[in-house]
């Protein structure tokens, strides 16, 4: 024990000068400081959160709640003080806008039974209440189309089930636990392959729209299929138009309800429906992204952005709470604490909430697009040189409990440092691995920095995409500490002498 200590105490003394002192990230604590008591004494997170989803509503990309949300953010952030703030359109969004204002599933024969349902976005109405049996169409190949050739003129097809309901023996909130989260930093070299055979999802696909065309040809009055479980049914859209029509009505049952006609027909026993389907299509094809800043001070460095985001499009069950409305409140409160504060910064601070997230990154990848490089001719623009930063949050209301590298390990000294106001918060893990799956993704892929915190897993899983995804999902202490956390990182990256460390750049293939 002696010898060891005396030997740590050796090294100390001999490479801290070189080492440590000349590693060591400055950062304002007094500002730290600052920042938690704002907070703590002043936070809207609880007003936002309100505003974001009650009120708001659902907000699926393109559609009339989405432009209403954008409208209020950007009003929003001029209430907030924040400076440039724009409406800006970065992608074309060929299927527009699809809103629902009515939907009625019920079973009729053999028993009266009210389901929750959810129609597929970027389907049609049914043009009034439809009744009719119920048809079990399965499908499996273009041989099959001759099986319902001319009978299915105003049917109510059914498909069979794509899910078996699995009972779950994991709680439905957790969180990370000293193990867990070591367990989550720890660096392998195995590489895990995703094993993604993309010519036999296409094929899928193609095989999908076929059906769909086919329903069309045929006349079928609405198509059920399954998506989410629990009687909660889950949101999901159909990607595909049919010349410059929509596909018939489609609607996603709960796992329990569509098993439950599927049985009843298993045993010959007919099932009647009655069906109405409203929904309004718009031409409002383009996906936005609403922006905002607080503008850098010093000369040479006003023109670099430190950048934070989340999607502000949700699906249409529920009011997209903890997708992801958590996140962009969580950004703009960061935002609000550091205006209120009087902040300087002396780079550019930017907030970026993105649209079309859901239907593949569209807000990021286009700002990606028009402000860095451009996707045609790979060039690099002057927004690529300026880009400081991104902080991204997209999981949920859970607490921060650490930092994804994105295997930047030149960062993780600089996060180390920043972090240590927060460990008592339990924010103290640093995994060099990579998260994906949303906006931070489409700078990350250009070497950028570009980051999501790890947070705590609060009942992402089951809810996202359905209608529980609802205000009360949201856990304001939870949100009050991820705010405080990214005004902090914001905050220092935003006044470091430097730009922060990159990964080498790669230009993606054309
Ligand atoms: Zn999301």
């Known amino acids: 024990m002696k010898l060891k200590s005396n030997l740590a105490a050796l090294c100390f003394v001999l490479f801290l000068p070189y080492y440590s002192f000349a590693q060591t990230e400055p950062q304002n604590l007094e500002m730290v400081y600052k920042i938690k008591q704002f907070e703590k004494t002043n936070s809207q997170i609880e007003e936002l959160s309100f505003w974001m989803t009650d009120f708001l509503g659902p907000r699926l990309t393109a559609s009339n709640g ?39 599933v019920a079973m009729t024969t053999p028993y009266y039974a009210n389901f929750s349902a959810l129609p597929k976005a970027w389907t049609s109405g049914t043009l009034g209440i439809v009744k009719s049996e119920v048809v079990l169409v399965n499908i499996q190949s273009e041989a099959d189309f001759e099986i319902y050739s001319g009978k299915l003129n105003g049917k109510i097809v059914i498909l069979p089930s794509v899910a078996v309901y699995q009972p779950n023996f994991e709680p439905i909130a957790t969180r990370f636990d000293a193990e867990s989260l070591k367990a989550l930093a720890k660096e392998s070299t195995e590489i895990r392959s995703r094993n993604i055979d993309r010519a036999a999802f296409g094929k899928i696909r193609e095989l999908n729209q076929k059906i769909a065309t086919f329903f069309m040809k045929e006349k079928v009055a609405a198509v059920l299929n399954n998506s989410g479980e629990f009687n909660v049914p889950k949101a999901t859209g159909a990607n595909y138009v049919i010349g410059n029509q929509f596909p018939v009505p489609e609607i996603n049952l709960p796992i329990e309800a569509h098993g439950r006609i599927l049985r009843l027909l298993a045993h010959t026993i007919p099932v009647e429906m009655e069906i109405e389907v409203e929904n309004s299509f718009t031409p409002n094809n383009k996906v936005v992204n609403v922006m905002g800043e607080i503008p850098g001070t010093d000369k040479k460095l006003k023109d670099q952005i430190v950048l934070v985001g989340a999607h502000l499009d949700s699906w249409h069950g529920g009011t997209g709470a903890a997708d992801n409305a958590s996140g962009a409140i969580v950004m703009m409160e960061a935002l609000r604490i550091l205006k209120e504060l009087g902040v300087q910064p002396r780079r550019t601070i930017r907030i970026a909430l993105w649209g079309g997230e859901e239907q593949g990154l569209h807000g990021s990848r286009g700002y990606v697009e028009k402000y860095l490089r451009d996707a045609k001719t790979n060039d690099l623009k002057p927004g690529f040189n300026q880009f400081t930063v991104y902080f991204n949050m997209d999981n949920g209301t859970g607490k921060f409990r650490g930092i994804y590298l994105q295997g930047n390990e030149m960062i993780r000294p600089i996060f180390e440092q920043w972090m240590i106001p927060f460990v008592d918060m339990d924010c103290s893990a640093i995994a060099i691995g990579n998260t994906g799956s949303t906006d931070h993704v489409s700078f990350d892929a250009l070497g950028l920095p570009a980051f999501q915190f790890i947070q705590d897993k609060i009942e992402y899983s089951r809810g996202y995409h359905t209608n529980m995804d609802t205000y009360e999902r949201l856990i304001m202490s939870d949100l009050k500490q991820n705010a405080l956390i990214v005004a902090a990182f914001v905050y220092h990256a935003a006044m470091r002498d430097e730009q922060l460390p990159r990964k080498p750049y790669q230009a993606p293939k054309i």
Do not use: H, M
Not at 69 to 93: C, E, H, M, T, Y
């Open 66 to 104: 989405n432009e209403k949300a954008n409208q209020w953010v950007a009003d929003k952030f001029k209430q907030l003080g924040f400076s440039n703030i724009v409406i800006d359109s970065v992608r074309p969004f060929e299927r527009g806008g699809w809103d629902n204002s009515k939907t009625y």
